[in-house]
C-alpha cells in the first residue's frame, strides 16, 4: 500500500509475491474443488443415456419412491425452519437464554447424521426409550405380559420417521444460524421499538426481525432441503423400505450388477439433482409471493392473539425436539453400556464396561479410520479458506464470484459421485484414501469457508496496518497480528468441517467401495441387525469425534489484544 491510509481503507498491502500467490488463489481454489463436481457430474450424464431413463421409469413404485423424497425433504424444511423461528422468538429479548440456547443448539449439531438417525431410531422404536418410559400406557397380553405397541416405527410408509429425524438433526443447525444472525442485525432493538408501539414480542419478530435475517439463512435452509431430498443414511436407518426414498433407491440400482440397472441408477441420481433445483426455484417463488402479500400487513397491527399463541406453541414444540435430540444420545449411551435391558425396564438392569470395552477395540480401526479422513481435508480446507478469504480482502471484487464455492451445499451428493465411479476405478483409485479425501474436500471446505468468512471479515485491521508501519512485513504483520486475532474462529471452523468429514456416508460407500471401514458406514450397517448394543457404540463413537473436536476448540484461549507487534 503506497501513501497513508485512509480511515475507511482497511484493505492491507502485500509485497508483490504475496500478491501473485493471493491473486491466484480462486484458481487454485477452482482446481482443487472443481475436479469432482465438474467431472462427477459429466460422468453421471454421460453414464445415464435415454434408455437408462426408460429403465427408471418402468421400475416399479418409482413415482412413490420421488413423492416420498419430496414430501420428506419439504416437511422436514418447512417445521424444522418453523420451529427454529419460534424458538428464536422467544428468546430473542433475553440476551442469557439466547446464548445458553445456542450453545445447547451447537452441541446438537456437532452430532453426526448417522447417529442422531441411530439414537432416534432406538428412541421411537415400539421397545424404544420413549416407550419404556410410558409405563401404564402400554398394553399388556392376556397373561399379565408387558407387550410393545404394534406400530411401525421406524420405517414407517410415509417417512414420518425420518421427517422426524431430519427435524431432530436439522433445527438445532437453523436455530444456531437464526440466533447467529438476529444479533448480527440488532434483533434486540427493533423487537424494543416494535413492542414500544404496542406489538406483541412473538408478532414483532416474525414480521420486523425475520424479514431482515431471511437473506441470511436463505442459503443454509436450502441446503437443508437438498440434504433432506438426497440424505441415505438416515433414509436407510429411519426411512421408508418398500418403496425406500429416491436416494436408496438410486444406491441400490447404482450397485446393481446388471449395467443396465447400474445406468439407471445415475439416472436416478440425476433425477434428484433435477428435483434439487427444482425444490430451490419453488423455494424462491414462494418467497417472492410472501414478500408481495406481506409487504402490506407489515405496518398493521395484529388485532388477535393467535400469532403469539402460535408462536408459542410452535416455541414449545421446538424445545421438545431439542429433548428429543439430547434422549437420543441419552438412549445410545444407555444401549452401549448395558448389559441387561428387558422391556418393559425404563432403566437397564445392569451395565457391561467389559462388553463396552471391547465393542470399542473392535470399532478402533474405523474410529482412526474416521478421525483421518475427516482431518486431512480440513488441513487442507483451512489454509485455502485463508488464502481465498485474504485475496479478497485485498480485492473485493472477487467476493462476487464466490457462489460456486456453495455449490457442493446444494447438489445431492449422490448427483456427482456417481459420476465419479467411473473415472475413480479407470485411474485405479477405487477404494483409496486419496480419492475420499479429495470427494470430502468438496463438502468440508464450504462449511469451513462459511464458518471463517464473517468472522476473518470483521476482524479489525488498524492493528494490522500499525505492524507495517513499523516495519513488519506483509506475511509478518500477518502472523503477529491477524492470526492471534482470529485463532479462536480458525478452530472452530476447522472443527466444523471435521464435523462435516466424519458426518460422510456416501462418499465412503460410492467411491470407497467399502474397502474403507469408517464409523459412519459401521453405524448404519450394524443399526440394520440384531445387536444393538453393537450399533449404539458405533454411533457412540461416531458422535464423540466431532464434540471432541468441538471441545478442543473451545479450549483454546482468544490472545486476542494480548500479542503486542515488537
Do not use: N
Not at 488441513?379 to 457462489?403: C, F, T
Amino acid at each position: 500500500m503506497t501513501g497513508r491510509p485512509g480511515a475507511g481503507d482497511w484493505r492491507p498491502a502485500a509485497p508483490p509475491g504475496r500478491s501473485r500467490l493471493l491473486a491466484v488463489a480462486p484458481w487454485i481454489a477452482a482446481a482443487v474443488l472443481a475436479p469432482p463436481l465438474a467431472g462427477g457430474l459429466a460422468g453421471a450424464v454421460a453414464t445415464a443415456p435415454l434408455s437408462a431413463w426408460r429403465l427408471l421409469a418402468a421400475e416399479p413404485g418409482i413415482g412413490r419412491s420421488i413423492l416420498l423424497s419430496v414430501l420428506v425433504a419439504v416437511a422436514a424444511t418447512v417445521i424444522s425452519a418453523a420451529l427454529a423461528g419460534a424458538i428464536a422468538a422467544l428468546v430473542a429479548a433475553r440476551p442469557v437464554r439466547a446464548r445458553a440456547t445456542e450453545r445447547l443448539a451447537l452441541v446438537l449439531v456437532a452430532a453426526p447424521h448417522a447417529a442422531v438417525a441411530v439414537g432416534l431410531a432406538f428412541l421411537i422404536a415400539p421397545t424404544g426409550l420413549l416407550f419404556r418410559l410410558a409405563g401404564g400406557w402400554i398394553y399388556t397380553a392376556a397373561d399379565g405380559r408387558a407387550l410393545p405397541p404394534d406400530l411401525p416405527l421406524p420405517g414407517d410408509s410415509w417417512g414420518l420417521s425420518l421427517i422426524a429425524g431430519l427435524v431432530v438433526k436439522e433445527m438445532p443447525f437453523l436455530l444456531a444460524l437464526t440466533i447467529a444472525a438476529q444479533q448480527r442485525v440488532g434483533a434486540r432493538a427493533a423487537l424494543d421499538r416494535a413492542r414500544s408501539l404496542g406489538w406483541p414480542a412473538a408478532s414483532a419478530w416474525w414480521r420486523v426481525v425475520a424479514p431482515q435475517i431471511w437473506p441470511l439463512l436463505r442459503l443454509p435452509v436450502a441446503a437443508v432441503a437438498v440434504y433432506g431430498l438426497g440424505t441415505v443414511d438416515m433414509a436407510l436407518v429411519l426411512g421408508p423400505s418398500l418403496p425406500p426414498v429416491l436416494a436408496v433407491r438410486s444406491l441400490s440400482l447404482l450397485f446393481d450388477p446388471d449395467p443396465a440397472r447400474a445406468a439407471a441408477g445415475a439416472a436416478a441420481a440425476l433425477l434428484q439433482l433435477v428435483l434439487a433445483v427444482a425444490l430451490i426455484l419453488s423455494g424462491l417463488a414462494a418467497e417472492r409471493l410472501v414478500r408481495r402479500g406481506g409487504a402490506d400487513r407489515l405496518t398493521v397491527r395484529p388485532r388477535r392473539p393467535l400469532a403469539p399463541f402460535a408462536s408459542r406453541l410452535a416455541g414449545g414444540l421446538g424445545l421438545l425436539v431439542l429433548a428429543m435430540a439430547v434422549l437420543a444420545v441419552v438412549t445410545l449411551v444407555f444401549w452401549a453400556g448395558a448389559a441387561v435391558w428387558r422391556f418393559p425396564d425404563p432403566l437397564p438392569a445392569g451395565w457391561s464396561m467389559a462388553r463396552l470395552t471391547g465393542m470399542a477395540a473392535d470399532l478402533a480401526p474405523a474410529a482412526r479410520a474416521s478421525a483421518l479422513y475427516a482431518l486431512l481435508p480440513v488441513l487442507i480446507a483451512v489454509p485455502l479458506a485463508l488464502l481465498l478469504l485474504e485475496s479478497q480482502a485485498r480485492s473485493p471484487a472477487r467476493a462476487v464470484g464466490e457462489g460456486p464455492i456453495y455449490l457442493p451445499l446444494l447438489l445431492p451428493p449422490a448427483a456427482f459421485l456417481a459420476g465419479l465411479q467411473g473415472p475413480v476405478l479407470r485411474l485405479g483409485l477405487d477404494g483409496t484414501g486419496l480419492a475420499l479425501v479429495w470427494c470430502h474436500l468438496a463438502t468440508v471446505f464450504p462449511y469451513v469457508f462459511l464458518a471463517l468468512r464473517e468472522s476473518y471479515r470483521r476482524t479489525d485491521q488498524r492493528p494490522r496496518r500499525l505492524a507495517r508501519s513499523l516495519g513488519r512485513s506483509g506475511f509478518g504483520a500477518w502472523t503477529a497480528v491477524m492470526l492471534p486475532l482470529t485463532v479462536r474462529p480458525l478452530a472452530v471452523a476447522a472443527a466444523i468441517g471435521f464435523s462435516a468429514g466424519v458426518a460422510q456416508y456416501l462418499p465412503a460407500v460410492m467411491i470407497g467401495g467399502g474397502r474403507i471401514p469408517l464409523l459412519a458406514t459401521e453405524a448404519v450397517a450394524t443399526a440394520a441387525g440384531l445387536d444393538r448394543r453393537a450399533a449404539a457404540a458405533a454411533a457412540l463413537l461416531l458422535a464423540m469425534l466431532p464434540a471432541a473436536g468441538f471441545l478442543l476448540a473451545s479450549l483454546i484461549p482468544d490472545p486476542a489484544g494480548r500479542r503486542r507487534c515488537r
